[in-house]
T-cell receptor, first 117, second 119 residues
Framework: GENVEQHPSTLSVQEGDSAVIKCTYS??????FPWYKQELGKGPQLIID?????GEKKDQRIAVTLNKTAKHFSLHITETQPEDSAVYFC????????????????FGTGTQLKVEL | ETGVTQSPTHLIKTRGQQVTLRCSSQ?????VSWYQQALGQGPQFIFQ???????GRGNFPPRFSGLQFPNYSSELNVNALELDDSALYLC??????????????????FGPGTRLTVL
């Protein structure tokens, strides 16, 4: 099955700096890679996603890159703000429903991002 | 807000008891997935429901079961609760549609979760 590794586990940056979180996956059948932000006591919130036919996607201060050959993808946050402080999870899945297998999201272990003033 | 709702928000049970958690999917979505998130960890897939049938299960024992109703809402039932079942239970709704290569499921949107504490 799929295995997703995420680094670093904690990341502390100064307000206005950039933050980068990296993930690797193992299953070449995975074709969809979402990133979720989770604040304390809340459910994960989708912030950006990328599909395997795209190498890069950007949405304002957030960007994601995907290298299918190396099986890794990264989240980039520029001009960080205190409200960016949260736990970030990468995930991988196949959007095709495999018989009896569903299309479960396999999550990384999370990165605690702290943006300091 | 995703439009995915879960109830109750918090629940305290004792070992051996049974619990039912509920999820209402986002409008237009027909697929519900359930995840368990232990403290400090990423969500772990329990199972997924599509067309009112279980469609894939993670590494969870049979005492974890579920239902999906015609309106696409879903229930997660856990029997014989154990201390290790204490966690945040998340449901995620998504849209599944047919395609040339078979059914495909799009983005999963999560609800706020139900915090279950087993004493």
């Amino acid at each position: 099955g799929e295995n997703v590794e995420q680094h670093p586990s904690t990341l502390s940056v100064q307000e206005g700096d950039s933050a980068v979180i990296k993930c690797t996956y193992s299953d070449s059948a995975s074709n969809y890679f979402p990133w979720y932000k989770q604040e304390l006591g809340k459910g994960p919130q989708l912030i950006i996603d990328i599909r395997s036919n795209v190498g890069e996607k950007k949405d304002q201060r957030i960007a994601v890159t995907l290298n299918k050959t190396a099986k890794h993808f990264s989240l980039h946050i520029t001009e960080t703000q205190p409200e960016d402080s949260a736990v970030y999870f990468c995930a991988a899945t196949s959007t095709y429903i495999l018989t009896g297998g569903g299309n479960k999201l396999t999550f990384g272990t999370g990165t605690q991002l702290k943006v300091e003033l | 807000e995703t439009g995915v709702t879960q109830s109750p928000t918090h629940l305290i049970k004792t070992r051996g008891q049974q619990v039912t958690l509920r999820c209402s999917s986002q409008s237009g979505h027909n697929t519900v997935s359930w995840y368990q998130q232990a403290l400090g960890q990423g969500p772990q897939f329990i199972f997924q429901y599509y067309r009112e049938e279980e469609n894939g299960r993670g590494n969870f024992p049979p005492r974890f079961s579920g239902l999906q109703f015609p309106n696409y809402s879903s229930e997660l039932n856990v029997n014989a609760l154990e201390l290790d079942d204490s966690a945040l239970y998340l449901c995620a709704s998504s849209s599944t549609s047919g395609g040339p290569k078979g059914p495909r499921t799009d983005t999963q949107y999560f609800g706020p979760g139900t915090r279950l504490t087993v004493l």
